[in-house]
Each structure stands twice: as structure tokens, then as C-alpha cells.
Nanobody, 122 residues
Framework: VQLVESGGGSVQAGEPLRLSCVVS????????IGWFRQAPGKEREAVSC????????HWLDSVKGRFTISRDKAKNTVYLQMNSLEPEDTAVYYC????????????????WGQGTQVTVSS
């Protein structure tokens, strides 16, 4: 399975962005897809995930109420809608695929995308 992210960019604080993760080489419905991020000089952190049953999990408390994760199976795409962005959200965002559950994708993802840069200025 291959993943390609897009939708990153530079925005002002308070503005939205929507990231896309296109999945190919596999059936999207068989994978949980997670979003992770890594800021300069920091460790990668798990952000949000959507399971094969379309149950969303937000691992980061700081994104709850601001980020929404969804999937479009017809387009083999998972979206991360990010609203009210803050400078602390600046990072490279990656999507990853794991078998079935968000627990698996967090612990042992099967594949990663190349990442997309999100920069939020104050």
C-alpha cells in the first residue's frame, strides 16, 4: 500500500487547512489511517486516526474540537480538516496505514506517506 499526502501550506493563525491522504495499492476499507506530525527538533507525535469502521480518534488533546478526520472510500482518500490553526500546529504531517484498528496504526503502521509541511504564523 502506498500513501501520498497533500494540502499542506503556510497560513495565518486561526485559518483552516485540509490535508488529504490518497491510498493506492490496497483497499482503503481494510486499513485504519492515522495522521502524525513532527515539528523541528521534536519527536513525531500521533494526531488523529480513523478506523475501518469510520470511528475517529484524536490522540492529541490539543486538536480535539479543532481537527476532524474523515474518509471517502470512493476516492481512496482520508482527510484531516484542521480548523483554528495555531503556530504550535506547525509541523510536517504524515499519514500512515495500519491493519484495521487505530491501535495497530499507532504501534505498528504498515506504510507511511512522504509528508506535507504545515506552517502556521502568528
Amino acid at each position: 500500500v502506498q500513501l501520498v499526502e497533500s494540502g499542506g501550506g503556510s497560513v495565518q493563525a486561526g485559518e483552516p487547512l485540509r490535508l488529504s491522504c490518497v491510498v493506492s495499492g490496497g483497499t482503503l476499507g481494510l486499513y485504519a489511517i492515522g495522521w502524525f506530525r513532527q515539528a523541528p527538533g521534536k519527536e513525531r507525535e500521533a494526531v488523529s486516526c480513523i478506523s475501518v469502521d469510520d470511528v475517529a480518534t484524536h490522540w492529541l488533546d490539543s486538536v480535539k474540537g479543532r481537527f476532524t478526520i474523515s474518509r471517502d472510500k470512493a476516492k481512496n482518500t482520508v482527510y484531516l480538516q484542521m480548523n483554528s490553526l495555531e503556530p504550535e500546529d506547525t509541523a510536517v504531517y504524515y499519514c500512515a496505514a495500519g491493519a484495521l484498528s487505530c491501535t495497530v496504526v499507532k504501534q505498528k503502521p504498515r506504510a507511511w506517506g512522504q509528508g506535507t509541511q504545515v506552517t502556521v504564523s502568528s
